[in-house]
């Protein structure tokens, strides 16, 4: 477990594109419109954590092999948001990946403030099963999918 790194792009880039192919309705982006993307774009996406103090984990077996990510950024009306969760299929449920990298953002929020929240699409049940086991509980808002019309993104949040 460690944190990315501007260098890790290429990884970044690949670890997206399989979260997006796994479970698109989990994140607020098209596969389409990740493959278009040019390397300078991912070459920020890695940089970013570094220069706004938002986390980006990357969760790496021993073969040098990403395995899962999680980010957290800072907003300026919401407090520490939880983004960017994914464990791959081969590593879910059985190697810690989710809970360690759960718990690593958790400290992270809690030098800010009080609570963590995150977005969850309302099909996505096996997320929201993760984040309930975790203490987070839904708050009863929730926002249009922008990419599914008529899905609904859930706000859960946990105190920490």
């Known amino acids: 477990m460690r944190t990315v790194v501007e260098d890790d792009w290429r990884e970044v880039k690949a670890l997206r594109l399989e979260m997006l192919r796994d479970t698109p ?26 220069l706004d103090g938002s986390l980006r984990l990357a969760a790496i077996d021993g073969s040098g092999r990403w ?23 081969k590593a879910r449920g ?3 990946v989710f809970d360690t990298m759960l718990t690593l953002i958790e400290d992270w929020a809690r030098e800010s403030g009080t609570t963590l929240r995150l977005g969850v699409h309302e099909d996505n049940r096996r997320a929201i099963a993760a984040y309930l086991k975790r203490g987070f509980v ?10 599914e019309p008529g899905g609904l993104e859930l706000e859960m949040i946990k105190r920490v």
């Open 94 to 96: 059985h190697h810690g």
């Open 25 to 50: 309705i989990a994140y607020l982006e098209t596969l389409a419109s990740a493959l278009a993307e040019p390397d300078a774009t991912w070459q920020v996406r890695a940089a970013r954590p570094a």
């Open 138 to 147: 839904e708050t009863g808002r929730s926002v249009e999918y922008p990419l």
């Open 67 to 89: 395995i899962g990510t999680m980010g957290g950024y800072h907003d300026r009306h919401h407090g520490a948001t939880l983004v960017g969760v994914y464990v791959t299929p």
